[in-house]
């Protein structure tokens, strides 16, 4: 019998029994894939909307965001690397289930919150609980959010689809070179915006790296695209600090910044200069 493969995202790791994915959260058991994060909360804040990044979903308001462990690409520039690095066995986490997480969400609605965002590492590489826990948002009359490498399987972004609100989806860039640098493919998550906003609201993040993908003509190809997707689909075009193994250059230079998000205007009704 063959060993099975991880349908969660693009990768399509082959696991034998009791191997772990390449995101260090899914791995096989008992001859099945199973989730390791599932439920296992290594991050809870209540934030403003708009640090998601989500500029016209319920802007003002709040909510109360979730994260666990684990991530499937291995961009060198990661802001929270200790969660999305690690493990079951090397992150602390707090068990929890969609209905109690569900319940806090709305016990915060005094307090400005709308729902759920699953957030810090990559959630979609445990969709099982954002499915789980978003269902249970709804049920209690709560929004859902996902800010997302946008690279998980279709099947995986199908599961939780119906349970989804609004999306921030970073798009890293408009290369496949950059992409497979940062072991990602930028045509899964094509695929995957295309399909969230078929049916959800969806804002992307662009991250601009100097000497990576801050060209004029990438960021024109990257607009472009996006406009034949939906030109009033929001765009932040946000600036870079040194962080993690990427500390070997300054800060993305604010001119630089503002310079790109007039170029996406061109093709863009709604792009906003982030980090500046």
């Known amino acids: 019998m063959s060993d099975p493969v991880c349908g969660g995202c693009f990768h399509r790791c082959v696991l034998a029994e009791g191997q772990t994915g390449l995101c260090r959260a899914r791995r096989c058991e008992g001859g099945r894939i199973v989730s390791l994060s599932y439920g296992r909360l290594t991050a809870l804040a209540l934030d403003p909307i708009e640090k998601k990044p989500l500029a016209l979903f319920y802007p003002g308001t709040q909510i109360l965001s979730a994260g666990s462990f684990g991530?499937?690409?291995?961009?060198p520039f990661c802001q929270n690397a200790a969660i999305s690095g690690a493990g079951a066995d090397d992150a602390a986490w707090e068990q929890t289930t969609p209905e109690r997480l569900a319940d806090l969400a709305a016990q915060l609605r005094p307090r400005g919150n709308i729902g759920l965002a699953f957030t810090y590492n990559e959630p979609m590489i445990g969709w099982e609980f954002v499915r789980d826990a978003a269902r249970a948002a709804h049920a209690r009359g709560l929004r859902t959010v996902v800010v997302t490498n946008g690279t998980s399987s279709p099947e995986a972004l199908a599961a939780v689809l119906p349970f989804i609100d609004a999306f921030?989806?970073?798009?890293?860039?408009?290369?496949e070179d950059w992409y497979r640098r940062l072991g990602g493919d930028l045509g899964s998550v094509r695929d995957f915006i295309r399909a969230a906003a078929g049916a959800a609201h969806v804002?992307?993040?662009t991250l601009i790296v100097p000497g990576e993908n801050d060209g004029d003509d990438e960021m024109q190809a990257l607009s472009a695209w996006v406009a034949?997707?939906?030109?009033?689909?929001?765009?932040?075009?946000?600036?870079?600090f040194p962080r993690h193994r990427m500390q070997d250059r300054p800060p993305t230079p604010v001119a630089r910044v503002l310079h790109l998000a007039a170029v996406a205007r061109r093709q863009l009704k709604n792009v906003f200069p982030g980090n500046v």
């Open 71 to 75: 991530c499937n690409l291995r961009c």
């Open 203 to 205: 804002e992307l993040t």
């Open 168 to 175: 921030n989806i970073d798009l890293k860039g408009f290369t």
């Open 228 to 240: 034949s997707v939906d030109p009033a689909m929001p765009l932040h075009v946000t600036r870079f």
